[in-house]
């Protein structure tokens, strides 16, 4: 099992930056990728933000990319900093951690508000 606690969310004007965290707990034997994902709209499926795998390749979603910078430190800690906060942006971030390309952990969701 992997348990994962997020912090860091809140509200900040657009334009603003946040940096989201996310530390991890448990066997990470198998560990492929850590990221982040967001929902907008309730009910909408979570859509993918950025990841960084094992070997710290990085992938962005097109509407983030320039803005987001995602990191991992050897505690196990994912980062997710954005910068250039824009109300569209507006979501729960939830970290994800899969292992052995099929097994998905979940944190709880942390709030992020962009006002305009």
């Known amino acids: 099992q992997v348990q994962l606690v997020e912090s860091g969310g809140g509200l900040v004007q657009a334009g603003g930056s946040l940096r989201l965290s996310c530390v991890a707990s448990g066997n990470m034997a198998g560990f492929n990728h850590m990221a982040w994902y967001r929902r907008q709209v309730p009910g909408k499926q979570r859509e993918l933000v950025a990841?960084?795998?094992?070997?710290?390749?990085t992938n962005y979603a097109d509407s983030v990319k320039g803005r987001f910078t995602i990191s991992r430190d050897n505690t196990n800690t994912v980062y997710l900093q954005m910068n250039s906060l824009q109300p569209e942006d507006t979501a729960v971030y939830y970290c994800n951690v899969k292992k052995y390309g099929f097994i998905d952990y979940w944190g709880q969701g942390t709030q992020v508000t962009v006002s305009s």
């Open positions: 990841s960084i795998t094992s070997g710290d390749s």
